[in-house]
């Protein structure tokens, strides 16, 4: 899977993020962080690097 805006991989806690109408995302965390996202996404805590709780906690984006 890779991100719809900037081709990388995603890992697979990028690639199960959903939102709120149970559809993937397909975001890298960098691309998805600078996005105006406005609404909750579904994130799965347990697939989580390091790297990427960063990321999300800078983001202001919270586990649904």
Same mark, same amino acid.
């Given at each position: 899977?890779?991100? @719809?805006?900037?081709?990388?991989?995603?890992? #697979?806690?990028?690639?199960?993020?959903? #939102?709120?109408?149970?559809?993937? +995302?397909?975001?890298?965390?960098?691309?998805?962080?600078?996005?105006? @996202?406005?609404?909750? @996404? @579904?994130?799965?805590?347990?697939?989580?690097?390091?790297?990427?709780?960063?990321?999300? +906690?800078?983001?202001?984006?919270? #586990?649904?």
């Amino acid at each position: 899977m890779r991100c @719809v805006s900037c081709n990388i991989s995603l890992t #697979d806690f990028e690639s199960t993020r959903k #939102d709120m109408h149970n559809e993937y +995302i397909d975001m890298c965390n960098s691309c998805f962080s600078s996005s105006d @996202v406005n609404f909750a @996404v @579904v994130e799965r805590a347990d697939l989580a690097e390091y790297e990427d709780i960063d990321i999300v +906690i800078e983001g202001g984006i919270q #586990d649904a």
